[in-house]
């Protein structure tokens, strides 16, 4: 069972034509509560002991942010200038209990006996993350917008805690600041055409420590990101298409070989080439397509294993396809019809890429139709995702938990304005 709750506001003023201040405040909460098994593999002829288990989890979080923006001239050059502080406060609980282990084999399932496991009675915090920095940067125009200049930077902090299972008993924390920079330029040699390039670093949490590591559940310190990217965009007339490559660098958590059992360390880094293609736009004035491909070569570069290192990393398929379409329908006006395919290539369960996922393509359909009661717009929506019930694998978080494709799903909804 899960419930989400939020909560958002926003507001801008105009303070003149050329100045604008903004801000926002947010937050919610995210309640799980589940039963589930917890499976071990015990040999080679496929023995199983599993055990269940009733997990309750709590996430609170809250937001806000306040900024201004201005546009001006200097000379030739125009500026849009914006300068925003924001911050996030995210807290996790987690309680658990755990039933009796029994045994079963994969190849000879054999029925078990119903348990009855209590919800937990004690969810304590387990973690506190909060973010909270500054950024500012300066959008230039120049040659009638032929020629775009970004330039800016991040004061980012980061600051993390694990609790222990007496609530306020710090176990682990870090805290961290960094100034990354943002840098991005789009050059229109044509009226149809823009070439564009861009530099980004970011400052993230930690990675956790996964349950079999002797410090399981500890958050890393943050790390820095980088991404390059190059490209261009091609409009041709209602329909446009963009390429790009990109480079992501990311820094993540290994487990590593201690006297008292295997710990999770920082050390190692990954990283992610590719390719992106897209294409968009009014195919009639009733046909709409929204597609692309990416092409991703993932690498580990740094590893504390020889045999881990330069693999193909956990959970990165070497090509996704998403293609997507609208169709406003002449026999019933207001009703459109909607379809897409999604595909994801085979991706690695374990960092020394012998065992995989296989690949797997979801098809999903839906139809809107907007019309008016009582003068009062409304839209009616209708989806069913994964149409012929296809059993696969969607994904693939670190250290090989997978997650399982939802089944044919229908949902269906209504929206209103007054």
Do not use: C
């Not at 546009?71 to 987690?94: C, K, M, P, Y």
């Not at 269906?412 to 007054?418: G, H, L, N, V, W």
């Amino acid at each position: 069972m899960g419930k989400d709750q939020f909560w958002l506001g926003r507001v801008e003023y105009d303070l003149a034509d050329n100045v604008m201040v903004f801000g926002a405040l947010g937050g919610g909460n995210s309640r799980i509560e589940r039963l589930f098994d917890t499976p071990t593999i015990l040999s080679s002829a496929g023995d199983v002991g599993i055990t269940p288990q009733n997990f309750i989890f709590d996430v609170n979080r809250l937001t806000a942010e306040v900024g201004a923006r201005a546009a001006f001239d200097t000379g030739e050059v125009e500026h849009t200038v914006t300068f925003q502080a924001s911050g996030l406060q995210q807290s996790l609980a987690r309680g658990s209990r755990s039933g009796s282990i029994q045994s079963t084999n994969l190849f000879s399932p054999s029925d078990r006996p119903e348990q009855h496991v209590p919800r937990p009675d004690h969810v304590p915090k387990v973690s506190q993350n909060v973010f909270y920095g500054f950024a500012l940067s300066d959008t230039m125009s120049m040659l009638d917008e032929r020629i775009q200049l970004m330039l800016g930077g991040r004061w980012q902090h980061i600051d993390t805690e694990n609790y222990g299972s007496i609530a306020g008993n710090v176990i682990a924390s870090s805290d961290q600041a960094a100034v990354t920079p943002l840098v991005g330029i789009v050059v229109k040699p044509w009226e149809n055409v823009a070439i564009y390039a861009s530099y980004v670093e970011g400052l993230s949490v930690g990675d956790s420590a996964p349950a079999t590591a002797v410090n399981a559940g500890e958050t890393l310190a943050p790390y820095r990101s980088r991404q390059y990217e190059i490209g261009t965009k091609l409009e041709l007339g209602p329909i446009a298409a963009t390429i790009s490559a990109f480079q992501i660098e990311k820094p993540f958590g290994q487990l590593e070989a201690r006297a008292s059992g295997p710990a999770f360390v920082e050390g190692g880094e990954q990283r992610n080439r590719g390719l992106e293609v897209n294409i968009f736009g009014d195919v009639t004035s009733e046909l709409r397509l929204l597609g692309g491909v990416t092409f991703i070569q993932g690498e580990l570069t740094k590893t504390n294993n020889a045999a881990t290192r330069d693999k193909t990393p956990i959970g990165v398929p070497t090509v996704q396809i998403n293609l997507g379409a609208e169709w406003d329908t002449p026999f019933i006006e207001g009703l459109t019809l909607t379809g897409s395919v999604i595909h994801t290539g085979d991706q690695f369960v374990n960092a020394a890429n012998t065992q995989e996922i296989p690949s797997w393509t979801r098809f999903d359909l839906g139809a809107r139709y907007l019309t008016t009661i009582n003068e009062a717009p409304v839209t009616f929506r209708a989806e069913v995702e994964n149409v012929f019930d296809l059993d696969y694998w969607s994904g693939v978080a670190s250290f090989g938990t997978i997650s399982q494709g939802a089944p044919l799903t229908v949902k269906a909804s209504m929206t209103t304005d007054f």
